[in-house]
């Protein structure tokens, strides 16, 4: 997506433009590839997260190109997602990503100091893909493009840039405003905006069980089934349960996840204590952006 070295194709490609241009060399225009169905692609921050979209005048396009800030809560730190399904292609500085959504649609996020994917990874909506920091900027924000592929390479390169669609509404912002406020709809459940997930920083790989009081249970009923890997993971609701100490810190929360590994016979969906959260407090079960979890219906 990035400029590239010119190397051997570009010196070749300058030669022919040079021949073009003395009149040396016939050539037929190419013909641009017709665009397909855009793909939903959703404001990349969390389900109800809002957001203020901006440009300035040393964006070229500045018509295309956002940054993105937080309303509701801090930039830095804040989790970026995917804005829609697609697989991780490249990546590129300065703290960059592109996500390849098929059919020739790409989108790019820039500026976050740590990267939660990897290339070649599939992602849907809403998965996270990495944190805001202050890498090649002086204030945290996210930087987000779409592109598409005119010319047929498989590849989203900054002239493809098209104006941004999100959640349905086209922008062309200009640095003199007004600067749009967007709430997030990205991998809201059914339910009218409210996160179907949350997102947690666990800070050590984490057994889970089948229910929230199996610590001291040592019956079938209560076998480990898998296990939580560290790392930034999604939960569902959280439950009281059996209380998890070490010393003064305790907790007696139990998060509802998917596991990453699961035992032979085991459930995938299954409960993981909360004293394992990167963050928070004794008897805390918040997300990352310190929103309490919801108690398990």
């Known amino acids: 997506m990035r400029s590239r070295p010119t190397g051997r194709a570009g010196w070749a490609a300058t030669l022919t433009a040079l021949l073009m241009t003395a009149g040396l060399c016939a050539s037929t225009p190419a013909a641009s590839a017709a665009p ?7 404001l990349p921050f969390p389900c109800g997260q809002t957001w203020q979209l901006q440009t300035y005048l040393g964006h070229d396009p500045d018509d295309k190109k956002l940054d993105m800030y937080h309303v509701d809560g801090p930039t830095l730190g804040a989790t970026v997602t995917a804005s829609a399904a697609g697989t991780v292609t490249e990546f590129f500085e300065p703290g960059g990503i ?19 994917v990897h290339l070649g990874q599939q992602v849907a909506s809403g998965d996270p893909v990495g944190r805001l920091g202050l890498v090649g900027t002086e204030e945290a924000h996210l930087h987000y493009e779409q592109l598409y592929d005119t010319n047929g390479d498989n590849d989203g390169e900054t002239d493809e840039m098209v104006h941004p669609v999100l959640q349905g509404t086209e922008y062309r912002l200009t640095p003199d405003g007004p600067f749009p406020r ?14 179907a997930r949350y997102w947690v920083d666990t ?10 009081d199996c610590t001291h249970d040592a019956t079938p009923r209560c076998a480990a089934q898998g296990t939580l890997r560290k790392g930034t993971n999604y939960v569902l609701c959280r439950k009281w349960g059996d209380e998890v100490r070490i010393g003064a810190a305790y907790n007696h929360w139990w998060l509802l996840t998917d596991l990453d590994e699961v035992t032979p016979g085991g459930r995938g969906r299954a409960y993981v204590s909360a004293y394992y959260l990167d963050r928070w407090g004794n008897d805390e079960a918040k997300d990352n952006d310190g929103r309490d979890i919801p108690v398990c219906t």
């Open 36 to 42: 397909t169905a855009r793909p939903d692609f959703r």
């Open 98 to 116: 592109e996500i390849n959504h098929g059919g020739g649609w790409f989108s790019v996020y820039l500026h976050m100091d740590r990267i939660d």
């Open 182 to 195: 967007v709430t997030s709809t990205n991998a809201c459940d059914s339910g009218g905006g409210q996160p």
């Open 203 to 212: 800070m050590v790989d984490a057994t889970g069980y089948p229910d929230a």
